[in-house]
């Protein structure tokens, strides 16, 4: 079971869709945190009033963000389905899809569900 929230349908409408290559590039690189540039350009889109408060209101939004450790990657249900479908492809993992609920018809995320094939010849326990 894998469920993302569709950016049309919540604070990250304005934002666009992580491209697969940059997620790919920093799976490569072993990047494991959250770049200031990711958030500042979260903040620029989802509270855009911060930037205009001076450097003192953005570093306040940047530890808050921190704490709360916000995700930075965003999608919609169907550039959510293709990040899936290639990361899966990249790292080896033979599913299928079994069941999906778009945000166009549930008004809130991509949520699907997947049964992974066998690995090495051994079946998978239910």
């Given at each position: 079971?894998?469920?993302a929230p569709?950016r049309?349908?919540?604070?990250?409408?304005r934002?666009?869709?992580?491209?697969?290559?940059?997620?790919?590039?920093?799976?490569?690189?072993?990047?494991?945190?959250?770049s200031?540039?990711?958030?500042?350009?979260?903040?620029?889109a989802?509270?855009?009033?911060v930037m205009?408060?001076?450097?003192?209101?953005l570093?306040?939004?940047?530890t808050?963000m921190?704490?709360?450790?916000?995700?930075?990657h965003?999608?919609?249900?169907?550039?959510f389905?293709?990040f899936?479908?290639?990361?899966?492809?990249?790292?080896?993992?033979n599913?299928?899809?079994?069941?999906?609920?778009?945000?166009r018809?549930?008004a809130?995320?991509?949520?699907?569900?997947?049964?992974?094939?066998?690995?090495?010849?051994?079946?998978?326990?239910?």
């Amino acid at each position: 079971v894998i469920a993302a929230p569709d950016r049309h349908y919540t604070f990250d409408r304005r934002r666009g869709n992580t491209p697969f290559g940059q997620l790919l590039d920093q799976h490569r690189r072993g990047v494991t945190t959250v770049s200031d540039e990711q958030y500042i350009d979260l903040i620029a889109a989802v509270h855009p009033q911060v930037m205009r408060e001076g450097s003192a209101a953005l570093d306040r939004a940047l530890t808050d963000m921190r704490r709360r450790r916000e995700h930075a990657h965003v999608w919609d249900s169907d550039a959510f389905e293709d990040f899936l479908q290639r990361a899966m492809a990249h790292l080896g993992v033979n599913a299928d899809l079994l069941h999906r609920s778009v945000g166009r018809e549930n008004a809130l995320e991509h949520f699907s569900v997947w049964r992974k094939h066998a690995v090495n010849g051994r079946e998978l326990a239910a």
